[in-house]
Nanobody, 124 residues
Framework: QVQLVESGGGLVQAGGSLRLSCAASQRTFSRYAMGWFRQAPGAEREFVAAVTWSGAISDYADSVKGRFTISRDNAKNTAYLQMNSLKPEESDVYYC?????????????????WGQGTQVTVSS
């Protein structure tokens, strides 16, 4: 069982930046690929970014490429999502998720563990 705790959400103006963190409870964190997803009320969970267990390969939703950066520090059992040039329509609850194995997925159904989510609100 892996417990994930997100932090770093909050209120930011359009064009601003936030850095989300996802702290994992286990030292086996390095055995999991990590993903970030977001979800608006009444909508499906949407893929944002993901990274392999080593951190060597990452992928992004087209809408965030060039603005968001996913990273991880396996020594600290923590994954990050740096978000720059934020837009009001990106106001959502952001979730981190862990998937067993080295490869990430863009499908939320492939992930084994989820954090509780952190709210990001971007004002116009």
């Amino acid at each position: 069982q892996v417990q994930l705790v997100e932090s770093g959400g909050g209120l930011v103006q359009a064009g601003g930046s936030l850095r989300l963190s996802c702290a994992a409870s286990q030292r086996t964190f390095s055995r999991y690929a990590m993903g970030w997803f977001r979800q608006a009320p009444g909508a499906e969970r949407e893929f944002v970014a993901a990274v392999t267990w080593s951190g060597a390969i990452s992928d992004y939703a087209d809408s965030v490429k060039g603005r968001f950066t996913i990273s991880r520090d396996n020594a600290k059992n923590t994954a990050y999502l740096q978000m720059n040039s934020l837009k009001p329509e990106e106001s959502d609850v952001y979730y981190c998720a862990a998937k067993g194995g080295s490869l990430y997925s863009k499908s939320s159904g492939d992930y084994d563990y989820w954090g509780q989510g952190t709210q990001v609100t971007v004002s116009s």
